[in-house]
Nanobody
Framework: QVQPVESGGGLVQAGGSLRLSCAAS????????VGWFRQVPGKEREIVAA????????YYADSVKGRFTISRDNAKNTVYLQMNSLKPDDTAVYYC????????????????????WGQGTQVTVSS
């Protein structure tokens, strides 16, 4: 079992940057594909970015391409989401999710493909 734990959220002005981290207890993240999702009240949870177990494949939602970067450091058992040029529309609770036993070269992008979820971290971007 993998228990993701997010950190790094906070309040930032538009145009600023934040880096979210996803660590894990239990089974290591290195055995999992990892995705970052976000959700605002009244809307469905949506994928932001994902990275394959091997790290060689990534996915980005169109809304964040060119601004966000997902990466992983398996030695530190951590996945990062670097968020630059933040906009007020990026305000949401951000969730880290893990999928174990997934082909190392592929990246799951659908919410239902993920097995384990963190509690979320709030990101607020002020205008």
């Amino acid at each position: 079992q993998v228990q993701p734990v997010e950190s790094g959220g906070g309040l930032v002005q538009a145009g600023g940057s934040l880096r979210l981290s996803c660590a894990a207890s239990g089974r290591t993240l290195s055995s999992s594909a990892v995705g970052w999702f976000r959700q605002v009240p009244g809307k469905e949870r949506e994928i932001v970015a994902a990275i394959s177990r091997g790290g060689g494949d990534t996915y980005y939602a169109d809304s964040v391409k060119g601004r966000f970067t997902i990466s992983r450091d398996n030695a530190k058992n951590t996945v990062y989401l670097q968020m630059n040029s933040l906009k007020p529309d990026d305000t949401a609770v951000y969730y880290c999710a893990a999928r174990v036993m997934y082909p190392s070269y592929r990246t799951p992008i659908r919410l239902e493909e993920y097995d384990y979820w963190g509690q979320g971290t709030q990101v607020t971007v002020s205008s």
